[in-house]
């Protein structure tokens, strides 16, 4: 079955820490992963893809790594501020694309 | 249009009532998603296209709930005799290919069940 994880559920952070985010998956032959962002009410807005063959993505504050064997990801997210207040969510590409339950993102100015 | 459309935006049902959501993916996209999301979860799996044909719809969560995709380009999801567990946001995705490509999501159908 192919299951998705995201640890932790929610996280609360004073503005300007550094944090990451976890993604684990099941079934590891993959296509891609894509971390989204979900703010209350919103619909997902992609922040980062990675195809199956690559490590990294960067994009701005943001990097997200895949560890495709061991069935892994993690989103960093550097100096945060209250702006990247958002569930974020990791979603991970079969055929069909696999989302986990999400982690709910504070910061506090 | 420039990115995935849904329809309508809000819909409020009596409980029995059937509903029809409405997704129009991106031009030229070949795969299309539905989804599932209860407040405070993550988005459940409900079914995907390629072009016309429904490839999975292992996701659905009984009878009632069926999904078309007739020409390949806009989908409908239907829920027959709404309940109110049925209460739930709907988002559609699409990606240009099947496999390691981006997938864009609307804004999502809010349905409430009353």
């Known amino acids: 079955k192919q299951e998705v994880t995201q640890i932790p559920a929610a996280l609360s952070v004073p503005e300007g820490e550094n944090l990451v985010l976890n993604c684990s998956f099941t079934d590891s032959a993959i296509y891609n992963l894509q971390w989204f962002r979900q703010d209350p009410g919103k619909g997902l807005t992609s922040l980062l893809l990675i195809q199956s063959s690559q490590r990294e993505q960067t994009s701005g504050r943001l990097n997200a790594s895949l560890d495709k064997s061991s069935g892994r990801s993690t989103l960093y997210i550097a100096a945060s501020q209250p702006g990247d207040s958002a569930t974020y969510l990791c979603?991970?590409?079969?055929?069909?694309?696999?989302f986990g339950a999400g982690t709910r993102l504070t910061v506090k100015p | 249009g420039a990115g995935v459309s849904q329809s309508p935006r809000y819909k409020v049902a009596k409980r029995g009532q059937d509903v029809a959501l409405r997704c129009d993916p991106i031009s030229g996209h070949v795969s299309l998603f539905w989804y599932q999301q209860a407040l405070g979860q993550g988005p459940e799996f409900l079914t995907y296209f390629q072009n016309e044909a429904q490839l999975d719809k292992s996701g659905l969560p009984s009878d009632r709930f069926f999904a078309e995709r007739p020409e390949g380009s806009v989908s409908t999801l239907k829920i027959q005799r709404t309940q109110q567990e049925d209460s739930a946001v709907y988002l559609c995705?699409?990606?240009?290919?099947?496999?390691?490509?981006?997938?864009?999501f609307g804004q999502g159908t809010r349905l409430t069940v009353v």
């Open positions: 995705a699409s990606s240009p290919i099947q496999g390691a490509t981006e997938a864009f």
């Open positions: 979603a991970v590409r079969y055929n069909d694309m696999r």
